[in-house]
T-cell receptor, first 111, second 113 residues
């Protein structure tokens, strides 16, 4: 049974600070890693994808992957109230695997 | 470039009935996967279609079935609806193996009463 674990939160961060979201996964064969943002009542929106160990930066977002520790993280710099949402970590082994999601972390940015 | 569209947006069905949900894939994507998201949970993988065949399935019973058409659009069919089937149903299109990432549609909210 493939599992993805996230702290459900809520995680409360002051506006302008760095928000740090973490995720662990059970399947060592996982090849693709994604962070999605989901606003209440809406569908998931892709924020970052990462496929190899290390850091990947895109604007205010940085994804970090450590396959040896089976750990993925997302950093959000200069957090804005509009970043308040549930952040879903998802992994895939590729091929016909589809995505395995965590339950999501509810992030609240306090103005 | 068109995104992923799903229909209908909302649906109310009675227990025991059957339902069909529809999804069109994003231009350039040839794979469609379906997910069920219960309230407060992450999406759960139902199955995936590639070249009009189901080639991956999560832990869902056979009353969940689907189709993919030559234009890569897809249907999800659920027979003998149960109250626990009430959820947001999401489809995602991608290239094979998740290439180009997974792009989600806006979802169909199914309520079974």
């Amino acid at each position: 049974q493939k599992e993805v674990e996230q702290n459900s939160g809520p995680l409360s961060v002051p506006e302008g600070a760095i928000a740090s979201l973490n995720c662990t996964y059970s399947d060592r064969g996982s090849q693709s890693f994604f962070w999605y943002r989901q606003y209440s009542g809406k569908s998931p929106e892709l924020i970052m994808s990462i496929y190899s160990n290390g850091d990947k930066e895109d604007g205010r977002f940085t994804a970090q992957l450590n396959k040896a520790s089976q750990y993925v993280s997302l950093l959000i710099r200069d957090s804005q109230p509009s970043d308040s949402a549930t952040y879903l970590c998802a992994v895939s082994g590729g091929g016909a695997d589809g995505l395995t999601f965590g339950k999501g972390t509810h992030l609240i940015i306090q103005p | 470039e068109t995104g992923v569209t799903q229909s209908p947006t909302h649906l109310i069905k009675t227990r025991g009935q059957q339902v069909t949900l529809r999804c069109s894939s994003q231009s350039g994507h040839n794979t469609v996967s379906w997910y069920q998201q219960a309230l407060g949970q992450g999406p759960q993988f139902i199955f995936q279609y590639y070249r009009e065949e189901e080639n991956g399935r999560g832990n869902f019973p056979p009353r969940f079935s689907g189709l993919q058409f030559p234009n890569y659009s897809s249907e999800l069919n659920v027979n003998a609806l149960e109250l626990d089937d009430s959820a947001l149903y999401l489809c995602a299109s991608s290239g094979w193996g998740g290439s180009y990432g997974y792009t989600f549609g806006s979802g169909t909210r199914l309520t079974v009463v």
